[in-house]
């Protein structure tokens, strides 16, 4: 069978539309015994196409759902309590888990949207993808037999609910990216899945949805899903398709779109621009997509906006700013930093109050924006707890440390049985920043953000913060809770200026980080370590368990002060030349110290 009549006949069996050459490529990867990993936004058929691919071969298919609660025991398998009582830890006592089935019947293991999974299940993986092999205890070695694969999925880096695969695991997996489909496929899909539906609705429908994903206002539009919920939603609200679409967007859609930091619209104003948009346009001819000279004249201007603000300065911000007026400004990224890394000096020149407010608001979700690009997925190590069971509580049974328990006993209690929990990583950081002259509110925010948004994402980390010149300033005391909006924006307002006292600083530091809930506690210090009031800071560094130094590389820098101060609080200095280099060496630094012992309350 040739390759194209063999991706006709999956594509037939599956009811794919479109796909050919990711079909071609899937089933290339599989059949050599390749690892595939398929990545792409949400609802564009990553599941769909792997099972396509693995029944096709005739492979049996063993799902797992990414879940962060997920555990190893769950992957390779689990010893069954009763058989265990009546004949031991025998073959038959051992219930295998997806990963094990898979290897014993060479079939594959498909792990839905892969980097929701912890990292230590993730790791199980690693022999039985370079080996085949995989030992599991009491049960001895477990082979994986010929046409054992591993496929996984997972969304792209920007998701917020996603972590990263480690670099390991991620080495043994070849890549296929999947986007979205063009126009004609995905009129084909919907219609295919509702046949019932006129074709000017379905037409309509599929035409919004990918207006969703270039409008100026929303930074992740919606996938096809969304189309089929509109026009399957519209003829129950109205045989008229402007009021029915209209109605079956407003529920379809808010769920299904992220609007950009700096929009001035809520979802429903902008849901109501598309739809109006789309009703400018003629009815469409059956079975042929919406004709929009409109919007690609809109793409072009959005272009060569985007192409300006490359080139913009302090003057050309603020004259974009001051014409826009009421109207929508151009929603570009790129724009949206620039306004933030000029901030200190647009807020200046402006003179409208409203004016002024709006530039903030940008500067402080472009700001955050720019932060969760250059940490990418974030996550922290666990560690997996003992002890008795809480009745109601849903944690994992540790079987054989229970077996033993109860074993030879006629009686069994709820304080005999065993569980496993797998509990994070407390920790609390003193931030410590520079804010002398050489750190202007932006570089301030940038690394304020930096660790906030790590805070956020990563749930178990409390953090003081403490800005200083001459004199330490406690922006955040460690037990206060403040918005992320309000702490950038509080560094955006922040002068630099005055002389440096990095000891002043660390002893605050200190003094803050004190009051801490836990005693898994760090200090991280970010200076260019030229220090011209207050003693030598290294005497002050010794104080703390751990304090890590980021120097900001300058021509003043001192490299030999910063060292010492990281070697004097038993942690490394870090040189950064840039500042967006910092949120991930503070990821870096979090993750490092989060691998040790986990300490008591």
Known sequence: MSSASEISKIQRANKIIGRAWELEKALAAVRSGRHLMIEGPVGVGKTILAVAVAKHLGRPVFRVDGDERYTEQKLSGWFDPPVVLEKGYVPDAFSPGPLTGAMREGGVLFMNEMNRMPEGVQNVLLPAMDEGVIEVPKIGTVRAKPGFVVIGTQNPREFVATTAISEALSDRFELLLLDYQSEVEELQIVSQNLPQVSPEVVSRSTWIVRRTRDHPNIRRGASIRAAMSIAQLASGFSKDPYEGIKKAAHMALPMRIELREESRKTPAEVIDEIVNECFQLPPPIAGRPLEDETKKEQERRRREADERSNRMDVSDLVQMLELSGDMDMPRSDDIGWAIAQNYTQIRIQLKDQALIDLVKRIAVRATIHKVLQLLGPVTMPTYISRGDMNLGEDAEIDVESTLENVIERNHISPSDIVVERREPRQLAVAMMLDASLSMTGDKLAMATAAIAVLAFRLKTVDYL?????????????????????????????????????????????????????????????????????????????????????????????????????????????????????????????????????????
């Not at 924006?489 to 980080?513: C, H, P, Q, W």
């Not at 304090?547 to 609080?569: F, I, W």
């Not at 840039?578 to 309350?601: C, N």
């Open 465 to 601: 913060l403490i800005t200083f010149n001459d004199r330490p300033s406690v922006l955040k005391h460690i037990t206060q809770s403040k918005s992320l909006d309000d702490l950038i924006s509080d560094l955006l307002d922040a002068r630099a200026g005055g002389y440096t006292n990095i000891e002043g600083a660390l002893v605050k530091g200190k003094e803050e980080l004190s009051l801490a809930r836990t005693r898994n506690r760090v200090g991280i210090l970010i200076t260019d370590g030229n220090f011209t009031v207050g003693s030598d800071p290294v005497d002050a560094a010794r104080s703390f368990k751990r304090l890590y130094v980021v120097m900001t590389e300058s021509h003043d820098c001192q490299p030999g002060v910063c060292e010492d101060m990281a070697r004097g609080g038993n942690g490394h200095m870090y040189p950064v030349a840039a500042f967006d280099e910092i949120p991930r060496v503070l990821y870096k630094v979090l993750r490092m110290v989060s691998q040790g012992t986990p300490s008591r309350h």
